[in-house]
């Protein structure tokens, strides 16, 4: 709307001009001047508005934003120049309303270029700004803007009371040209695009000036824009930074090649670094580390050898064939230098390469090894001689250390995943174990029961259980899985399910030994079995009969004989012989039982358990134990023998799983 009114106030003083008339138009030059002012204010702020929505790194899309919205502004202004001098040529007349609607038109371009160049350069400049910087610029902004009151008050700036004020803005605009910290952002690539868009953007400010230059003396125009100092200060503002910037990316862009080099060194040790964090294994790793040496180095053929078992295994190729890597390796093997540190820049005066005639002339080996582990080994190889300097052997070495690094640090993290997979399933198999023994005995006027079990680790071996075969008879096992843990509780699970099963046809102890034998022999490891013992008490024969398979000797008190002794039966653990014949090896044995009686059962932790000076707490001192408390009740009795044990071992002293039954038979009658 502003360059509208200007224009319309333009063509009129032109056409009043041409007319002849003697009376100036509206006020010249005072209105003029205070339209072109709100024209350039207006399309300034405009265009500062618009730059506010640009973010990010694309510095490349910021140039490319500037040349194709308003860069173009100055090739459309030309040809529109053209197309006037084309018309004025073939009508062979001068047009000069004509001639003001292409000046008119030309100078909404350059405004429209000079603001959007203005402000694209403001973010640039101020990219990683400090305050300094930032005051700097907009005291810039300030006092620019204030350079339109000379064209409001129709000041000539050229006059000697503003040249010097002019002059400082100008040495000021050069200091604001030296920031261009954006440049060393860029690629090589990138500074080669920026160096055809900034030198368009260069050829359009030279397009608008030397425009305007040339017809500012034209008798013809009614107005000249080049009496407006702030676009001069702007213009001078846009071409210098843009030549600058030019500069700049030119003089820099050898050098471009280096800087990408180290920038993506350092990506590369980032990547590796975090490889961790991004859960990637060990052969991503390693393809990392390949493929990061290989840009480091600009190796020409490489290779990798993983070491698995101790021997080398090829993973990655790059350039050279396996029949190539066995003549190297084969030379490599004949000097020993197949996995150590080794660099060779001259391969050529080497007799034994140059025999393999092979293409390259460099070669570098880097082992990637702990102090206690070689995990592979990377070759590169240059056909340059000298391929390898000293800095890009220390980036290599860099790569390699942190790749060792890496791979330990993934190999630990395993570990701990492991280990806490392992407490987890521990923990499993321990709630497990638990929920497999019984928390209580059946209460009865016939006897008396007490347990005790305590497991030496988290999932012990150790189990007991019982079942009511009827309502006078009762069968109880105790037994002892071997090893612990996980495989433990599940065998012990295992005789449990066999237990319940066999006993519910309420066969024989020795019968229920053979079943479970051959049961078992089916689903143990060769190098597990399972010692057991199993008792049927029947109260209304006041008798039990017992069969024992490798398990602890059963200790019992006779009140009528006053005796304490052990039952010597024969009997062979569940699992060692997995055929017939293990019938031989069990003895089953009945025993009529008195009211007072006392029968103890226990695991081999309980007689094994050892002191601190390796002495075994032993068959007799239980035995002696039984002696001294018979006439207790069966908790009593139970809680005697574990005290005695524990003062025997002394606290936390604990090797194997311990569980103790003490049964007291009663001399009440049941009414059955």
Known sequence: MSWLLLLAFVLLNAERTLAGSAVPGFALPFFSNLLIVIFIVSVF????LQTESLKGLDFIGYLWNLFSRAGVAAYLSVALFLGYRVYSNYSEAESTLLLHLVYQVNFGLMVLFLSKAFYIWRVLLLYHKNKFLQIAWDWFELLLAATLLLTIFNFKYTSYIFLPLLALMSFYILFLCTNLKWVAYLTFNNKSRSLVLLGAILLSCYIF???????????ALV???TDVGFLLLAMLFVALYSL?????????????SVFEQKSEDLLNFQRLSQSIQQGQSETQVYDMLFDSTIKASDASAAWFELIRNGEPQVTHLLNINVEQIKRIRHLLLAYNIHSSDYINNNLARNPGFRELALPWKSMVILPIKSPKHLSGVLYLLKDIEGGFDRETVNVLRTFTSQTMLTIENLRLVNESLQTERYKEELKIATQVQESLIPKTFPTDSWFEIST???AAKEVGGDFYDFLQLSESRIAIIIGDVSGKGISAAFHMAQMKGIFHGLMQQDMAPSEFMKQANSALSRCLERTSFITSALYIIDYRMKGFMFARAGHCHTLYYNSMMDDVFYFQTEGLGLGIIRDKSYASHIREMYYDYNPEDVMVMYTDGIVEARNAANEEYGEDRLQYMLKQTYHLDADDIKWAIINDLEDFTGPDNLYDDQTLMVIKFKPTEPNI
């Open 45 to 48: 702020l405009f265009q500062r």
């Open 209 to 219: 000036i030397r425009f305007f230059k040339n017809t500012a003396d034209s008798p």
């Open 223 to 225: 107005i000249d824009y």
């Open 244 to 256: 600058a910037a030019f500069l700049v990316s030119l003089f820099s862009l050898p050098t471009s």
């Open 452 to 454: 005790h079990s305590k």
